[in-house]
Nanobody, 125 residues
Framework: QVQLAESGGGLVQAGGSLRLSCAASGRTFSDYVMAWFRQPPGKEREFVSA????????AYADSVKGRATISRDNVKNTVYLQMTNLKPGDTAVYYCAARSGVITITRVPGEYGDWGQGTQVTVSS
């Protein structure tokens, strides 16, 4: 099991930018496919982005494609989500998640075994 702790959320105006971080501890970080999900108010948790263990492949939801960049630092045991041109529709609790034992990306929340506590992102219009 890996422990995950998100940071970097906050209140930002529409059109602004944020960088979310997720620090991992407890296991070998490079063994995990990492992902970001979000849960808007009153809605289901949804996929945002994911990155493979060696950063060789990434994936993005259509809603953030072109505005989000996922990256990871396997020395610092951290995964990042840079978001630009934020919109009120991006308002959500953002979670990072980890999936071990595989090399491929999945967009299904149930296939990730470890989750952080979430960080709130609020985008004002």
């Amino acid at each position: 099991q890996v422990q995950l702790a998100e940071s970097g959320g906050g209140l930002v105006q529409a059109g602004g930018s944020l960088r979310l971080s997720c620090a991992a501890s407890g296991r070998t970080f490079s063994d995990y496919v990492m992902a970001w999900f979000r849960q808007p108010p009153g809605k289901e948790r949804e996929f945002v982005s994911a990155i493979t263990r060696n950063s060789g492949s990434t994936a993005y939801a259509d809603s953030v494609k072109g505005r989000a960049t996922i990256s990871r630092d396997n020395v610092k045991n951290t995964v990042y989500l840079q978001m630009t041109n934020l919109k009120p529709g991006d308002t959500a609790v953002y979670y990072c998640a980890a999936r071990s034992g595989v090399i491929t990306i999945t967009r299904v929340p149930g296939e990730y075994g470890d989750w952080g506590q979430g960080t709130q992102v609020t985008v004002s219009s």
